[in-house]
């Protein structure tokens, strides 16, 4: 079969490789449609030997598990730990998610990582209504998710994002948009950082001295510096809390079927700012590196 390997140099190719060879409790998908997350682009710049990308994929059930999970021809969505990015994957029966007739591929496709990811970390936030949220490098996937369940839940959210044009859609969503964090108005209760670098420490700044700092991602690739002077004034105790998305198989499904169903009631309506030929995976690659997408990035597999 066909799948996007590592070209060895930050981006990938088509290339053939042998079709999957299933356990007993697993299935295989035929892959019509996967996501490219940023972290995939980052993992791309020094892969394991033999490691191929992709981690959201949705299609259809090929082959059935030996009497275990949906059967052949289900509409499913799932995200796996890697190789996703193929005609065909094999998982385990349990961590796919059977889609209702009204969520199509691409669609489903956008869920998994930034989906789950936001999901999570608006549950590490806590109670949401009322509250005031700062986040930056909003314009992302995982920024339009957190936007729209932070808002529907009562909290009040500022988006930072590069331009008032990427940052049309979370208007939309209901968060104030600004494109630097000084132009933020007001302290916050929660600041969500994925940028970075010196930014880091200017949404830090905009917390309330006993106001939460949630550090999940380095997109401009400069680490974060803390100046202990910078910090003393009524923040005795004040924490930056690292936050990662990841979960058990298990519980990425069960993560994954509320957002389905969220994305079915007309509560969660993903931002896809591209969908192409995954043979052109390297350009869209080349995009979201370059900030030159909004929201998800979706490649269909012919
Ligand atoms: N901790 C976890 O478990 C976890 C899980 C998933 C994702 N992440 C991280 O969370 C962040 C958001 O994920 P995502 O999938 O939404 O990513 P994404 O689609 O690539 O969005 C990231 C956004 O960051 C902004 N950004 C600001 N400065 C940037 C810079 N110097 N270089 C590139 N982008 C910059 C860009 O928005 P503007 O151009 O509008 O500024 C971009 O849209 C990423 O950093 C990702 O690695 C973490």
């Given at each position: 079969m066909w799948a996007l390997v590592s070209d060895g140099y930050g981006s990938v190719r088509l290339d053939e490789v042998d079709d999957p060879d299933p356990g007993p409790s697993e299935i295989v998908i035929g892959v019509t449609a996967f996501s490219v997350n940023r972290g995939e682009t980052l993992q791309l710049e020094a892969p394991a030997p033999g490691w191929r990308p992709g981690k959201d994929i949705a299609g259809r059930v090929l082959a059935a598990a030996d009497g275990f999970g949906p059967p052949a021809g289900t509409a499913v969505v799932a995200h796996v730990p890697s190789s996703g990015w193929a005609q065909r994957v094999a998982v385990a029966h349990t961590t796919v998610v059977e889609l209702p007739a009204q969520v199509d591929a691409t669609t489903a496709a956008a869920l998994p990582l930034a989906g789950l990811t936001a999901l999570r970390l608006l549950r590490r936030v806590g109670p949401l209504p009322g509250i005031s949220i700062l986040i930056t490098g909003a314009s992302g996937g995982v920024g339009h998710y957190v936007t729209e369940l932070a808002v529907a839940a009562g909290a009040e959210v500022t988006a930072v994002s590069a331009s008032l044009e990427r940052g049309g859609r979370l208007a939309t969503l209901g968060a104030n948009v600004v494109t630097d964090v000084e132009q933020a108005q007001g302290r916050f209760d929660v600041v969500l950082d994925s940028v970075g670098g010196p930014g880091f420490t200017a949404a830090r700044r905009?917390?309330?001295?006993a106001g939460r700092v949630l550090w999940f991602g380095q997109a401009s690739r400069q680490p974060i510096s803390v100046d202990f002077f910078d910090w003393i004034d009524g923040t005795a105790g004040a924490a930056i809390e690292q936050f990662h998305y990841a979960g058990t198989p298990e519980a990425d499904a069960a993560d994954l079927r509320t957002l389905v169903r969220l994305v079915h009631r007309g509560q969660l309506r993903p931002e896809i700012g591209v969908v192409d030929s995954w043979t052109r995976t390297a350009h869209v690659i080349e995009d979201l590196r370059a900030r030159r997408i909004r929201g998800n990035a979706i490649l269909t597999v012919e």
């Amino acid at each position: 079969m066909w799948a996007l390997v590592s070209d060895g140099y930050g981006s990938v190719r088509l290339d053939e490789v042998d079709d999957p060879d299933p356990g007993p409790s697993e299935i295989v998908i035929g892959v019509t449609a996967f996501s490219v997350n940023r972290g995939e682009t980052l993992q791309l710049e020094a892969p394991a030997p033999g490691w191929r990308p992709g981690k959201d994929i949705a299609g259809r059930v090929l082959a059935a598990a030996d009497g275990f999970g949906p059967p052949a021809g289900t509409a499913v969505v799932a995200h796996v730990p890697s190789s996703g990015w193929a005609q065909r994957v094999a998982v385990a029966h349990t961590t796919v998610v059977e889609l209702p007739a009204q969520v199509d591929a691409t669609t489903a496709a956008a869920l998994p990582l930034a989906g789950l990811t936001a999901l999570r970390l608006l549950r590490r936030v806590g109670p949401l209504p009322g509250i005031s949220i700062l986040i930056t490098g909003a314009s992302g996937g995982v920024g339009h998710y957190v936007t729209e369940l932070a808002v529907a839940a009562g909290a009040e959210v500022t988006a930072v994002s590069a331009s008032l044009e990427r940052g049309g859609r979370l208007a939309t969503l209901g968060a104030n948009v600004v494109t630097d964090v000084e132009q933020a108005q007001g302290r916050f209760d929660v600041v969500l950082d994925s940028v970075g670098g010196p930014g880091f420490t200017a949404a830090r700044r905009k917390a309330y001295p006993a106001g939460r700092v949630l550090w999940f991602g380095q997109a401009s690739r400069q680490p974060i510096s803390v100046d202990f002077f910078d910090w003393i004034d009524g923040t005795a105790g004040a924490a930056i809390e690292q936050f990662h998305y990841a979960g058990t198989p298990e519980a990425d499904a069960a993560d994954l079927r509320t957002l389905v169903r969220l994305v079915h009631r007309g509560q969660l309506r993903p931002e896809i700012g591209v969908v192409d030929s995954w043979t052109r995976t390297a350009h869209v690659i080349e995009d979201l590196r370059a900030r030159r997408i909004r929201g998800n990035a979706i490649l269909t597999v012919e």
